[in-house]
C-alpha cells in the first residue's frame, strides 16, 4: 500500500515536471525602460533615483531551423551554398539552417523516406520529373502569392511550364539543361573533319570514322553511351528522337509514341554502330570523353566544370553543336529543369518561403541572385531568371555555354507527368537491352512502349 | 561449435553420449538405498547396493527411514514446490520479455504490415486510409510483367548457388590448410578474416575503383602484362562473375575459420584408428573429415544462403558509382538483384505495394530453401 502510494506520487510529480517543460514557451519579449532620474531630497542627504517612465515591450520572431536538402553533395559544390546560407543567417539572427546533401541518385529515395518517416526536409531542391507524384501526394505546399507573383514575372515561358503541374505553380524554377553534342575539335580534325555533324547519316560516318581500334578491342570510341543512368540513356535518345521529327509521349498522356519508325531509326543507329564495333557500350560515361575515350557524346552543360578542369585536350579543344538531324526535324534539344519546393508538412513554411525567395531575387538592381551566382559560378548551369541570364552574361558567353544558352531558346522541356520517371526507366531498360544484343530494336522499344502505356494508364 | 564438448568424451560424437548408460538422474529403482543411486537403470548382477524395497534398514546397514522417498509421494506434486517452479517461469518470462517484445514490434509486426501492403496500390506519401487495396494484382504484375524482377530472381540464384558453393570448398580447403602445421599460422588467419570486419559498402567502392576499365589498379597491372584492359563491371557478360568474386573475397575467411573450429573438434583417434586400418589421407577426408562436419557445414551453407539471397549492399556498391550518377543493377540489369530491384520500386517509382510483394515472394522463397536445406543435409538419427 505504502509502495503504491509512493509510486502514485512519482507519477503525479514527472507529469507536473512533463507538463511545465512541454508547456508553450512564453514569446521572448525585448523590454526596453526609458527612465528618467528624478531627484529626491531627503532630510540628510540627496538621492537620485531612477523612475521609469515608459516600457516599450518588442516581440522578437521565435527561433527556427530549417533544413534544406539538395544533391550537391560535392565539396566544391558545398561550400558555396553554405556560404550563401550562412549570409542569410547572419541577416536573419533568428534563423539556423541545416543544409543537408546527398548525391543525385539518393535525393529521390531521401526525399520518399523522409517524408513516410516523418521528417521531411522543410525546402528540397529537386527534379522537375518527380513534381506531379510530389504533388499528386501532398507533399508540395503551394507558394504564397508574393512568390508566385515573382516567379511568373521573372522567368521564362519554358521555366514556368517546367514548374507548372495541374495549373499550379510548385516552386522556383533553377537550373536548365539541355544537351547538345559535344565533340573533341582536336579528333575530329585528324579525321579529317572541319565541322561537327549535322545529320543522323553523317554522324553515322563520323561515329566510325573516329573510332580507333586494337586488336579487335574498341580503344576509342567515335559516341560515348552512358549506360546504368535513365537520363543518361533516355535524354540523348529523345534528342534524338525529336531531332528526327518523332514524339515522346503524346500531349494528351494517352500512349507513348516513341515507338515510331523515328525512335526505331535512333535506335538503330546505336545498335548498327555497336555491332560494327564503332561504339563500345563498355566505354560509357561522361568521363570517357573527359579522358580522351570517346570523340563525341551528347550531354547536357553541367559538365563543364569537369571539361575545364580536366579535359584531355584543353577546354579550347571542347567543341559544342546542335543534334544531328532526320527526315523531317528540325534540331531540338531536350530541356530539363530543377526546382526549390517547400513541404507541406513543414512547420516553418513560412520563414522556408522566406529563405527560398531570398535565394532567388537579385541582391540589387542589375545583379545577380544568389541562386544565379550559384549555378553560373559553381555548377556551369544556365540560371532561369531572366535578370539572371542577363546580369550574368559574362559567365555564359564561353564557346561551350553560349551554345547552350542558345539552344535552350528552341529546346523541347522533358515531359512532366506522372509516372514520368518510371516510364523513363522502362525506355531505358529496354534501350539497354538492345545496345547488349539481348533483344533486336523493335521488340525493345515495343516492350517500352507497352510498358509506358500501362504506367501511363494506371495513372491517368 | 562443438570443439569443447566433443573433446570430453572418447566415444561417439554429440553431446547424447556423455554417459554411458541411459539418461535420467532420478531413481526409480525398486531397490532403495538410503541414498539416490548415481546410475539409473535396474540394479545389475553384483551390484552391492540394492536394498529391500521396504524402508526397514537391514541389519548391518544405516538407512535412514523415509530419506530417498520424501519428495515423491504417489505423484501428488508439492504446493510449496509447485510455487517455486511457478515463480521460477515468471522470472524466466519476464527476462525473456525484452526479446520477444522486441521480435513482436519489429519483426513480426512488420512482416505482418508489409504483407497488407503488398495487397494495396501505396506510393509512400498518400495517407494509409486511403490506400487502393489491389488483392494479388502485385503479384501477378511481378510474374507476368516485370521482366526486371525476374532478371532479379535469376542473377540473385546465380549468385547465391556460385558464391556459397565456392566459399564452400575455398573455406573447406583454407581450414584444412591453416589446420596443418604451416607457419605464421595465427598471422595467416588473421589475414582471411580481415574481409569480414570491412563494410560490405565501404569494399564495393573499393573494388568499383579498382576494376574500372579506365583508371582500375586491375587493368593497369594488367597492362603492364600486355593484356588489354577488361571491362569487368562495365560488361554485362562480367559484371555478375565479378560481384561472385568480391563476394567470395569477403566471406571465405569467415568459412575457413568456421570450418576450422569445426575440424579441431574432430578427434585424432578417429583419424589415428583410420591409419592404423590403412585408410588414405583421401579416404580419411571422406568417411571421417567429411561426416564430422556435416553439422558445421549445415549452418554454414544455411545461414550463408539466408544472407546471399538478401544481397543489396555490395551490388548497390559496385553498381552505383562513386558519384551515384548510375541506377544500379549493372549493365543491362545483368547485376540487378532482387532486394535492389524491390529498393528503386519503393523509393524511385514510389510502388510500396509492389515492393513489398517482392519482399514476401522472397520471404517464402528462404523459407522453402532452408527448409529443404535442412532435410537434405540434416544428418538422420
Same mark, same amino acid.
Given at each position: 500500500?505504502?509502495?503504491?502510494?509512493?509510486?502514485?506520487?512519482?507519477?503525479?510529480?514527472?507529469?507536473?515536471?512533463?507538463?511545465?517543460?512541454?508547456?508553450?514557451?512564453?514569446?521572448?519579449?525585448?523590454?526596453?525602460?526609458?527612465?528618467?532620474?528624478?531627484?529626491?531630497?531627503?532630510?540628510?542627504?540627496?538621492?537620485?533615483?531612477?523612475?521609469?517612465?515608459?516600457?516599450?515591450?518588442?516581440?522578437?520572431?521565435?527561433?527556427?531551423?530549417?533544413?534544406?536538402?539538395?544533391?550537391?553533395?560535392?565539396?566544391?559544390?558545398?561550400?558555396?551554398?553554405?556560404?550563401?546560407?550562412?549570409?542569410?543567417?547572419?541577416?536573419?539572427?533568428?534563423?539556423?539552417?541545416?543544409?543537408?546533401?546527398?548525391?543525385?541518385?539518393?535525393?529521390?529515395?531521401?526525399?520518399?523516406?523522409?517524408?513516410?518517416?516523418?521528417?521531411?526536409?522543410?525546402?528540397?531542391?529537386?527534379?522537375?520529373?518527380?513534381?506531379?507524384?510530389?504533388?499528386?501526394?501532398?507533399?508540395?505546399?503551394?507558394?504564397?502569392?508574393?512568390?508566385?507573383?515573382?516567379?511568373?514575372?521573372?522567368?521564362?515561358?519554358?521555366?514556368?511550364?517546367?514548374?507548372?503541374?495541374?495549373?499550379?505553380?510548385?516552386?522556383?524554377?533553377?537550373?536548365?539543361?539541355?544537351?547538345?553534342?559535344?565533340?573533341?575539335?582536336?579528333?575530329?580534325?585528324?579525321?579529317?573533319?572541319?565541322?561537327?555533324?549535322?545529320?543522323?547519316?553523317?554522324?553515322?560516318?563520323?561515329?566510325?570514322? +573516329?573510332?580507333? *581500334?586494337?586488336?579487335?578491342?574498341? #580503344?576509342?570510341? /567515335?559516341? &560515348?553511351?552512358? %549506360?546504368?543512368?535513365? $537520363? !543518361?540513356?533516355?535524354?540523348?535518345?529523345?534528342?534524338?528522337?525529336?531531332?528526327?521529327?518523332?514524339?515522346?509521349?503524346?500531349?494528351?498522356?494517352?500512349?507513348?509514341?516513341?515507338?515510331?519508325?523515328?525512335?526505331?531509326?535512333?535506335?538503330?543507329?546505336?545498335?548498327?554502330?555497336?555491332?560494327?564495333?564503332?561504339?563500345?557500350?563498355?566505354?560509357?560515361?561522361?568521363?570517357?570523353?573527359?579522358?580522351?575515350?570517346?570523340?563525341?557524346?551528347?550531354?547536357?552543360?553541367?559538365?563543364?566544370?569537369? +571539361?575545364?578542369? *580536366?579535359?584531355?585536350?584543353?577546354? #579550347?579543344?571542347? /567543341?559544342? &553543336?546542335?543534334? %544531328?538531324?532526320?527526315? $523531317? !526535324?528540325?534540331?531540338?534539344?531536350?530541356?530539363?529543369?530543377?526546382?526549390?519546393?517547400?513541404?507541406?508538412?513543414?512547420?516553418?513554411?513560412?520563414?522556408?518561403?522566406?529563405?527560398?525567395?531570398?535565394?532567388?531575387?537579385?541582391?540589387?538592381?542589375?545583379?545577380?541572385?544568389?541562386?544565379?551566382?550559384?549555378?553560373?559560378?559553381?555548377?556551369?548551369?544556365?540560371?532561369?531568371?531572366?535578370?539572371?541570364?542577363?546580369?550574368?552574361?559574362?559567365?555564359?558567353?564561353?564557346?561551350?555555354?553560349?551554345?547552350?544558352?542558345? *539552344?535552350?531558346?528552341?529546346?523541347?522541356?522533358?515531359?512532366?507527368? &506522372?509516372?514520368?520517371?518510371?516510364?523513363?526507366?522502362?525506355?531505358?531498360?529496354?534501350?539497354?537491352?538492345?545496345?547488349?544484343?539481348?533483344?533486336?530494336?523493335?521488340?525493345?522499344?515495343?516492350?517500352?512502349?507497352?510498358?509506358?502505356?500501362?504506367?501511363?494508364?494506371?495513372?491517368? | 561449435?562443438?570443439?569443447?564438448?566433443?573433446?570430453?568424451?572418447?566415444?561417439?560424437?554429440?553431446?547424447?553420449?556423455?554417459?554411458?548408460?541411459?539418461?535420467?538422474?532420478?531413481?526409480?529403482?525398486?531397490?532403495?538405498?538410503?541414498?539416490?543411486?548415481?546410475?539409473?537403470?535396474?540394479?545389475?548382477?553384483?551390484?552391492?547396493?540394492?536394498?529391500?524395497?521396504?524402508?526397514?534398514?537391514?541389519?548391518?546397514?544405516?538407512?535412514?527411514?523415509?530419506?530417498?522417498?520424501?519428495?515423491?509421494?504417489?505423484?501428488?506434486?508439492?504446493?510449496?514446490?509447485?510455487?517455486?517452479?511457478?515463480?521460477?517461469?515468471?522470472?524466466?518470462?519476464?527476462?525473456?520479455?525484452?526479446?520477444?517484445?522486441?521480435?513482436?514490434?519489429?519483426?513480426?509486426?512488420?512482416?505482418?504490415?508489409?504483407?497488407?501492403?503488398?495487397?494495396?496500390?501505396?506510393?509512400?506519401?498518400?495517407?494509409?486510409?486511403?490506400?487502393?487495396?489491389?488483392?494479388?494484382?502485385?503479384?501477378?504484375?511481378?510474374?507476368?510483367?516485370?521482366?526486371?524482377?525476374?532478371?532479379?530472381?535469376?542473377?540473385?540464384?546465380?549468385?547465391?548457388?556460385?558464391?556459397?558453393?565456392?566459399?564452400?570448398?575455398?573455406?573447406?580447403?583454407?581450414?584444412?590448410?591453416?589446420?596443418?602445421?604451416?607457419?605464421?599460422?595465427?598471422?595467416?588467419?588473421?589475414?582471411?578474416?580481415?574481409?569480414?570486419?570491412?563494410?560490405?559498402?565501404?569494399?564495393?567502392?573499393?573494388?568499383?575503383?579498382?576494376?574500372?576499365?579506365?583508371?582500375?589498379?586491375?587493368?593497369?597491372?594488367?597492362?603492364?602484362?600486355?593484356?588489354?584492359?577488361?571491362?569487368?563491371?562495365?560488361?554485362?557478360?562480367?559484371?555478375?562473375?565479378?560481384?561472385?568474386?568480391?563476394?567470395?573475397?569477403?566471406?571465405?575467411?569467415?568459412?575457413?575459420?568456421?570450418?576450422?573450429?569445426?575440424?579441431?573438434?574432430?578427434?585424432?583417434?578417429?583419424?589415428?584408428?583410420?591409419?592404423?586400418?590403412?585408410?588414405?589421407?583421401?579416404?580419411?577426408?571422406?568417411?571421417?573429415?567429411?561426416?564430422?562436419?556435416?553439422?558445421?557445414?549445415?549452418?554454414?551453407?544455411?545461414?550463408?544462403?539466408?544472407?546471399?539471397?538478401?544481397?543489396?549492399?555490395?551490388?548497390?556498391?559496385?553498381?552505383?558509382?562513386?558519384?551515384?550518377?548510375?541506377?544500379?543493377?549493372?549493365?543491362?540489369?545483368?547485376?540487378?538483384?532482387?532486394?535492389?530491384?524491390?529498393?528503386?520500386?519503393?523509393?524511385?517509382?514510389?510502388?510500396?505495394?509492389?515492393?513489398?510483394?517482392?519482399?514476401?515472394?522472397?520471404?517464402?522463397?528462404?523459407?522453402?530453401?532452408?527448409?529443404?536445406?535442412?532435410?537434405?543435409?540434416?544428418?538422420?538419427?
Amino acid at each position: 500500500m505504502k509502495s503504491m502510494r509512493f509510486v502514485l506520487y512519482l507519477v503525479v510529480l514527472s507529469a507536473m515536471i512533463l507538463a511545465a517543460a512541454c508547456g508553450p514557451a512564453p514569446t521572448p519579449q525585448i523590454i526596453e525602460k526609458v527612465v528618467e532620474k528624478t531627484t529626491i531630497v531627503e532630510s540628510t542627504r540627496v538621492v537620485e533615483v531612477e523612475v521609469p517612465v515608459q516600457v516599450q515591450v518588442t516581440e522578437v520572431p521565435q527561433p527556427v531551423k530549417l533544413t534544406m536538402l539538395t544533391h550537391w553533395g560535392e565539396e566544391s559544390l558545398m561550400k558555396p551554398m553554405q556560404a550563401k546560407l550562412d549570409e542569410y543567417m547572419a541577416l536573419n539572427p533568428h534563423v539556423t539552417i541545416e543544409y543537408q546533401a546527398v548525391t543525385f541518385d539518393q535525393l529521390l529515395p531521401k526525399i520518399a523516406t523522409a517524408r513516410a518517416a516523418g521528417i521531411s526536409p522543410d525546402i528540397y531542391h529537386f527534379y522537375n520529373l518527380w513534381m506531379p507524384d510530389f504533388a499528386k501526394g501532398g507533399m508540395l505546399a503551394v507558394p504564397p502569392p508574393d512568390v508566385l507573383e515573382d516567379i511568373k514575372a521573372n522567368y521564362t515561358p519554358g521555366s514556368l511550364q517546367a514548374v507548372t503541374y495541374a495549373d499550379t505553380i510548385w516552386g522556383y524554377p533553377t537550373e536548365i539543361n539541355t544537351y547538345q553534342l559535344v565533340y573533341n575539335k582536336k579528333m575530329l580534325k585528324d579525321a579529317g573533319y572541319d565541322k561537327p555533324p549535322a545529320t543522323l547519316a553523317e554522324l553515322t560516318e563520323y561515329t566510325c570514322k +573516329l573510332t580507333k *581500334s586494337s586488336g579487335g578491342k574498341v #580503344e576509342v570510341t /567515335g559516341m &560515348a553511351l552512358m %549506360p546504368g543512368w535513365d $537520363s !543518361g540513356v533516355v535524354h540523348p535518345f529523345l534528342s534524338l528522337l525529336w531531332s528526327a521529327g518523332g514524339q515522346y509521349v503524346a500531349d494528351d498522356l494517352s500512349a507513348a509514341l516513341f515507338d515510331s519508325p523515328e525512335g526505331l531509326s535512333v535506335l538503330k543507329y546505336y545498335t548498327d554502330m555497336i555491332t560494327q564495333k564503332c561504339i563500345d557500350p563498355a566505354i560509357g560515361s561522361f568521363n570517357d570523353f573527359v579522358t580522351g575515350k570517346a570523340a563525341m557524346i551528347i550531354m547536357a552543360n553541367w559538365f563543364r566544370s569537369t +571539361l575545364q578542369a *580536366s579535359f584531355v585536350d584543353g577546354y #579550347e579543344n571542347v /567543341g559544342v &553543336a546542335q543534334i %544531328p538531324t532526320s527526315g $523531317s !526535324g528540325t534540331p531540338t534539344a531536350l530541356q530539363y529543369n530543377w526546382l526549390w519546393g517547400v513541404d507541406n508538412g513543414s512547420p516553418n513554411r513560412d520563414e522556408a518561403w522566406k529563405l527560398v525567395k531570398w535565394l532567388n531575387t537579385p541582391t540589387a538592381e542589375g545583379q545577380a541572385s544568389p541562386m544565379g551566382d550559384y549555378l553560373t559560378s559553381a555548377l556551369g548551369a544556365i540560371p532561369s531568371r531572366t535578370s539572371d541570364q542577363v546580369a550574368l552574361k559574362d559567365r555564359l558567353s564561353d564557346e561551350f555555354m553560349t551554345a547552350y544558352v542558345a *539552344s535552350a531558346a528552341t529546346a523541347k522541356p522533358e515531359p512532366v507527368y &506522372a509516372g514520368g520517371q518510371e516510364v523513363k526507366t522502362a525506355l531505358q531498360t529496354e534501350v539497354e537491352a538492345a545496345w547488349y544484343g539481348k533483344k533486336t530494336p523493335e521488340d525493345a522499344l515495343k516492350t517500352a512502349a507497352e510498358e509506358a502505356n500501362r504506367i501511363l494508364g494506371e495513372n491517368k | 561449435m562443438n570443439a569443447e564438448t566433443a573433446s570430453e568424451h572418447s566415444g561417439g560424437s554429440g553431446p547424447e553420449s556423455e554417459h554411458s548408460g541411459g539418461s535420467g538422474s532420478e531413481s526409480e529403482h525398486s531397490g532403495g538405498s538410503g541414498s539416490e543411486s548415481e546410475h539409473s537403470g535396474p540394479p545389475g548382477p553384483g551390484d552391492a547396493q540394492v536394498q529391500p524395497m521396504h524402508n526397514t534398514p537391514a541389519p548391518g546397514n544405516h538407512t535412514p527411514s523415509g530419506q530417498g522417498h520424501a519428495e515423491f509421494s504417489l505423484g501428488i506434486p508439492n504446493p510449496r514446490r509447485r510455487k517455486r517452479i511457478n515463480n521460477k517461469a515468471m522470472w524466466a518470462f519476464i527476462f525473456i520479455a525484452p526479446a520477444v517484445i522486441f521480435l513482436i514490434f519489429f519483426s513480426f509486426i512488420p512482416i505482418l504490415f508489409s504483407g497488407w501492403i503488398s495487397l494495396n496500390n501505396w506510393d509512400l506519401i498518400t495517407p494509409l486510409n486511403k490506400m487502393k487495396f489491389m488483392g494479388t494484382d502485385n503479384y501477378t504484375y511481378l510474374f507476368q510483367r516485370d521482366d526486371i524482377f525476374k532478371a532479379g530472381l535469376r542473377n540473385t540464384f546465380v549468385f547465391t548457388i556460385a558464391g556459397v558453393t565456392i566459399n564452400t570448398i575455398l573455406g573447406l580447403a583454407g581450414a584444412l590448410l591453416l589446420n596443418s602445421k604451416i607457419r605464421f599460422r595465427t598471422f595467416w588467419r588473421s589475414i582471411y578474416f580481415l574481409p569480414i570486419v570491412t563494410a560490405p559498402l565501404a569494399l564495393g567502392m573499393m573494388w568499383y575503383s579498382l576494376l574500372n576499365k579506365n583508371f582500375g589498379l586491375i587493368n593497369n597491372l594488367l597492362g603492364y602484362l600486355g593484356i588489354p584492359p577488361q571491362p569487368f563491371l562495365s560488361s554485362p557478360d562480367t559484371a555478375l562473375a565479378c560481384i561472385i568474386g568480391i563476394a567470395v573475397y569477403q566471406y571465405v575467411g569467415y568459412y575457413i575459420i568456421v570450418s576450422t573450429a569445426g575440424l579441431q573438434g574432430i578427434p585424432q583417434e578417429y583419424y589415428d584408428a583410420a591409419a592404423v586400418d590403412g585408410a588414405s589421407p583421401p579416404q580419411s577426408f571422406w568417411y571421417i573429415t567429411l561426416p564430422q562436419l556435416r553439422p558445421v557445414l549445415l549452418f554454414l551453407i544455411v545461414t550463408n544462403t539466408i544472407g546471399a539471397l538478401q544481397v543489396f549492399d555490395l551490388v548497390f556498391a559496385t553498381t552505383t558509382g562513386v558519384a551515384a550518377e548510375t541506377s544500379g543493377g549493372g549493365p543491362a540489369n545483368s547485376t540487378m538483384v532482387i532486394v535492389l530491384h524491390m529498393y528503386n520500386t519503393a523509393f524511385k517509382f514510389f510502388k510500396m505495394g509492389r515492393a513489398s510483394a517482392m519482399a514476401m515472394v522472397l520471404f517464402v522463397i528462404i523459407l522453402l530453401i532452408t527448409l529443404i536445406q535442412l532435410r537434405l543435409l540434416q544428418k538422420r538419427d
